[in-house]
Structure formats: C-alpha cells, structure tokens
C-alpha cells in the first residue's frame, strides 16, 4: 500500500510564475490536508478537502492560492503570481473515513527566484 | 481555539542519555494528541498518538509519552537516545468532534544527539 505521494519534491519558479503541486492520497482514503511549512517555523493548516468538496480552507491566503480534489485524480494546490514569501514545503496528509490519524507526504519544496 | 506550546526549540544530548521533549497545549474542547518525526528533508512519520484509554503510550523505537489532563501536557521521552534518534520532532493536536481533521502543530524541537 503505497504512502502519501507528493510531486514534485522540488519546485522552482520565477516570480509571477504558477506552481501547481500535486497530491495522490493512500489508497482508501478520502480526506485531504494540505501544509506549509516556513523556515524555522512548523506547519501550518492550509485547507481540508474531501472528494469535489472543500470542507476547511480557513489556513488559506485569500489571494493567488486555490485548491481542489477532483473526483478523479490527485489533489492539487496551486499558487498563482508567486513570490518569494511563497518558498517554503508544502506537504499534503490524507486520512481514512474514520480515524484521526494523518499520513504525510515527502513533501514539495518550492523555491521562488 | 487550540495552541501547542514546544519549550525548547534545540534538545542536544549524548548518545545513549535520557532525553525529554516537552509539550504542552492549550484547548476548550476534548484533543487526540500526536507525536511526529521529521528527519531533513523528509515528510513527518507518525511516532505515537494518544485517542483515549491508558494516558500512556508507546512506540516501537523505545520513545513514550504521557497524556497528562491536569497539565494539558504530552511530553516525549526515550530513556536511552540513538544517533539515529536525531530529527525534528513536532507534538500536535486535534480536536475530536466538529467537521475538521486539521492539525494544530508545535513549532517543533531540534533533538540532537552527539557521540
């Protein structure tokens, strides 16, 4: 049963450039959390989603970032016009229909030039 | 609302030392409790969790830790520390009812371990 997979593992964009990172959650589960994390900082809640549906996105910044899980697919997290405050890890988790735990991804280490 | 609170940032220790990694949190409502680990440049592993039952709980690689109510902490022990044991190590929680599985992190503790 293959993990969380995150593509890429490293991104690197120019200013005003998209970043579109993807996330395949574990087989079986249907819920979907994407991350960030700062340097020197932990991580920090972006947006909870489920199949076709965005349940939390109370983390996210109101402007450039958006994210979705199609009903067929992996979930992508994508960041329009990017800045260099944009550089950080992205990680995605997912989670079973029951269960409170979580399971991460390697993670995308954007870098913004 | 709720808060995690890691006390130290950097935890250096000789090898084979006992090592204690503490966290506290803050919350009006019922949290799982979590423990997870994150060697350079990897995800975060799940190293224990506490959902109810016995306050104390256990991994496979000798760590532990202790739900404590009264305190509102979840500190993380090992009694004898590998080189291997070096990683970031961050406590999070979340809560148990309501529509969200979020999250809730600790900005996280450096645990570095010397020959």
């Known amino acids: 049963n293959a993990g969380v997979m995150q593509n890429p593992r490293h991104l690197v964009r120019r200013r005003g450039q998209e970043a579109r990172l993807r996330c395949s959650p574990m087989?079986?589960?249907?819920?979907v959390y994407w991350y960030r994390q700062l340097p020197e900082e932990g991580l920090k809640f972006m947006v909870y989603?489920?199949?076709?549906?965005?349940?939390?996105e109370s983390g996210m910044p109101k402007e450039r970032f958006s994210a979705e899980f199609p009903k067929e697919g992996p979930s992508i997290l994508r960041i329009q016009q990017v800045v260099r405050g944009d550089s950080a890890a992205y990680f995605c988790?997912?989670?079973?229909?029951?269960?409170?735990?979580?399971?991460f991804g390697q993670g995308t280490r954007l870098t913004v030039v | 609302a709720q808060s995690v609170t890691q006390l130290d940032s950097q935890v250096p220790v000789f090898e084979e030392a006992p090592v204690e990694l503490r966290c506290n949190y803050s919350?009006?409502?019922?949290?799982?409790l979590f423990w997870y680990v994150q060697y350079p440049n990897q995800g975060l592993q799940l190293l224990l969790k506490?959902?109810?039952?016995?306050?104390l709980v256990e991994s496979i690689n000798g760590f532990e830790a202790e739900f404590n109510k009264s305190q509102t902490s979840f500190h993380l022990r090992k009694p004898s520390v590998h080189i291997s044991d070096t990683a970031e190590y961050f406590c999070?929680?979340?809560?148990?009812?309501?529509?969200?599985?979020?999250?809730?992190f600790g900005q996280g503790t450096t645990l570095q371990v010397k020959p």
């Open positions: 999070a929680v979340r809560p148990v009812s309501g529509n969200t599985g979020k999250l809730i």
């Open positions: 989603l489920q199949k076709e549906n965005i349940i939390d």
């Open positions: 506490y959902l109810s039952g016995s306050t």
């Open positions: 919350s009006s409502v019922s949290v799982y």
């Open positions: 087989k079986g589960h249907s819920h």
């Open positions: 988790a997912s989670s079973p229909l029951t269960g409170p735990e979580a399971f």
